[in-house]
């Protein structure tokens, strides 16, 4: 399995490497991702290959970034598609204004666009003269179930904070928002909200400085799990069972937190068939469907413990 | 013959202990004015609870500062050490996680392929640096994407989770409120004073920071003590991952990204020149109390994640501003 792994993301560094996207008459699809060095992401790489192997009906080429923010790559990448000559170009763009110059260049070259995971600003679109429609999961309601979890728990009054992802990414900023819905809705006590920028040891030691300031923090939520967990560890040395946690992502780590309660919840949006979904709406395009429109909601669920 | 070569081209070779005790003073003055100050103005800086926070939360970057202060005491830079942190972190969270291995054997074999990948890693880029005289900013540049590579490569970018109980016990382990990892880092602290102070190794660092070639010329191999500072960074970075995993019972490959900044940041906040030369392992436990008090009371405080960046960088620029007059006026 991890051979297969390995040889198939052999396979497309080759065939990107080469340049000949056409082998033969199957469609073509580049589908282009945020970091790879994220959980998330690599899941979801690992979902669009075995979903390219099942249907064999297209042909895969994956390119990732080197970090969250280098979307410099990302732009290349588009370049280099359309030069190739792709049917199809599925992206989950690095930065929502900064991608739509070139996507709209790739539309004009007759390529199919189909934007995932993170919706382009609108204001950008209308500016470009562009109509793509986004399929992806909404982020800000995903939180939104998390903190409704967390309120119903706490009852009006409960005092939360807020552990946020890195400022300025639009999935923080969605799930920040989803988050301070909750606390509207709940009459909950916002008492701190700090970026950890997605990372353990940092939500660790943030979630320490916090509860210290504020001793009497009823519920925490972390807009990723990675940062749930810091904020597990850091009650666990505090010695504190009486805090309630919810995350966001279902990592596989923060499995065993949930069933034995040092968690409350986490929101699983299904990453690994993301990409796969969204190369099945491509495809139908390419084959002559309708355009798609609007918001096509990808699936989010809360997971909490049975 | 040797010894006297040493002292000429080791000028501050007599007043070192005077001067650094002076400069050690005043860093600790301004540790101690930040302390008075967030004391005051805030209600639970110097609780107990809270120290331990702050000891817990400086110690990876303390382990990290104490390996970094050797490479820049020769005139070089590490930047590779998050990375290596990471890739070291990961090693050990495969090894650890391997089937078939009772708790200690397993905690054990964690310890050992966690020092030995940082130690290779330092190693390579010592050895790399040394031989062909080549910048160690660039060499250890290139590391830092090798080794966060590996680490996302060994890992598959998966977080490594399930360690045994009694790693997980030693992360939060206290002796009288002192976590028992920061006294790891303060071991690590007193041994590297010793040896940069009491043995020949030792003096022999400050002596290539100074003028490497006149401690060639007095018949040593610079090659190996160089190598020997780029390694001795880079067993640090395996500690620190230890320390890593213990203290959050996973191994992460997006670890301490931006760590060797915070350690770079404290050794030169803890006055050792970037020049080399001239500095000591002291300052850095001192640097690194700063930057961890800082962070942690400037949160107490309750100041947005925005100021407290800026104003972490205004201290560090303050920090080097104030070290170019005390290198002025010790020169006089």
């Known amino acids: ?306 | 013959m040797t010894t006297q070569v040493l002292s000429e081209t080791m000028p501050n070779a007599t007043r070192f202990s005077v001067r650094t005790a002076l400069q050690n003073a005043g860093i600790g003055l301004a540790l101690l004015a930040l302390i008075l100050f967030f004391s005051v103005f805030t209600e639970h800086f110097l609780t107990p609870n809270n120290i331990t926070n702050i000891l817990t939360q400086i110690t990876i970057n303390l382990v990290l500062a104490v390996g970094m202060t050797f490479v820049i005491l020769i005139g070089g830079i590490d930047l590779s050490v998050g990375s290596v942190m990471a890739f070291a972190a990961v090693v050990a969270g495969k090894a650890i996680t391997l089937p078939g291995f009772g708790p200690a054997e397993a905690i054990a074999l964690a310890v050992v392929a966690a020092t030995l990948t940082g130690v290779a890693c330092g190693m390579i880029n010592g050895v790399i640096s040394a031989y062909w005289a080549l910048p160690s900013f660039i060499i250890t540049l290139g590391m830092l994407n090798i080794a966060r590579g590996a680490a996302l490569q060994v890992s598959e970018a998966q977080t490594i989770y399930s360690f045994p109980y009694a790693f997980e016990e030693f992360g939060s382990a206290m002796i009288y409120g002192v976590p028992v990892v920061f006294l790891v880092a303060l071991l690590l602290v007193l041994v590297a004073w010793f040896v940069l102070n009491f043995t020949v190794f030792g003096r022999l660092l400050y002596g290539i920071g100074n003028n490497e070639e006149a401690v060639r010329l007095a018949g040593h191999s610079v090659y190996w003590y160089k190598v020997a500072a780029f390694t001795i960074c880079g067993f640090t970075a395996g500690i620190a991952a230890i320390v890593y995993m213990a203290r959050l019972n996973i191994s992460s490959p997006i670890a301490g990204i931006g760590f060797e900044l915070n350690a770079i940041a404290a050794v030169i906040i803890g006055g050792t020149s970037l020049s080399g030369g001239r500095g000591s392992v002291i300052g850095t436990l001192l640097g690194a109390f700063i930057i961890g008090v800082l962070a942690n009371g400037l949160i107490l405080i309750g100041l947005s994640d925005f100021m407290r960046q800026m104003i972490t960088g205004v201290v560090i620029i303050v920090a080097v501003v104030l070290d170019h007059y005390r290198a002025k006026y010790a020169s006089k």
């Open chain 1, 1 to 306: 399995m991890k051979l297969l792994k390995i040889a198939a993301a052999a396979a497309t560094g080759l065939a990107l490497l080469a340049g000949t996207a056409q082998a033969d008459d199957k469609p073509v699809v580049g589908l282009i991702m945020k970091s790879l060095a994220n959980e998330f992401f690599q899941n979801m790489m690992a979902g669009a290959q075995a979903h390219e192997e099942k249907r064999g009906d297209y042909k895969l080429l994956a390119v990732g970034m080197q970090n969250e923010t280098d979307f410099e790559s990302q732009i290349n990448a588009v370049e280099n598609f359309i030069t190739q000559g792709v049917d199809a170009i599925v992206v989950a763009p690095a930065d929502s204004r900064a991608m739509v110059r070139p996507l709209k260049k790739a539309m004009e070259a007759g390529i199919v666009v189909v934007n995932f995971d993170v919706a382009l600003d609108a204001e950008a679109k209308k500016q470009q003269n562009i109509e793509l429609a986004f399929v992806g999961p909404d982020n800000r309601g995903g939180a939104k179930l998390a903190g409704d979890a967390l309120g119903k728990k706490l009852g009006a009054g409960g005092k939360v904070v807020i552990i946020e992802g890195n400022p300025g990414a639009d999935n923080a900023n969605e799930r920040r928002l989803g988050f301070e819905d909750s606390v509207a809705e709940f009459e909950l006590e916002l008492l701190d909200s700090r970026t950890a920028h997605w990372e353990t040891e940092e939500a660790n030691t943030v979630f320490s400085n916090m509860l210290t300031a504020h001793p009497d923090i009823q519920g925490v939520m972390a807009a990723n799990d990675s940062m749930a967990i810091g904020v597990v560890k850091a009650l666990e040395s505090a010695g504190r069972d009486d805090i309630i946690v919810v995350g966001f992502d279902n990592i596989p780590a923060v499995s065993p937190m949930i069933s034995d309660g040092r968690m409350l919840a986490t929101v699983d949006q299904f990453g690994t068939d993301m990409a796969a979904n969204s190369i099945d709406l491509a495809l139908e395009v390419v084959k002559g469907g309708p355009q798609l429109e609007g918001w096509v909601k990808t699936p989010i669920e809360l997971v909490v413990a049975n």
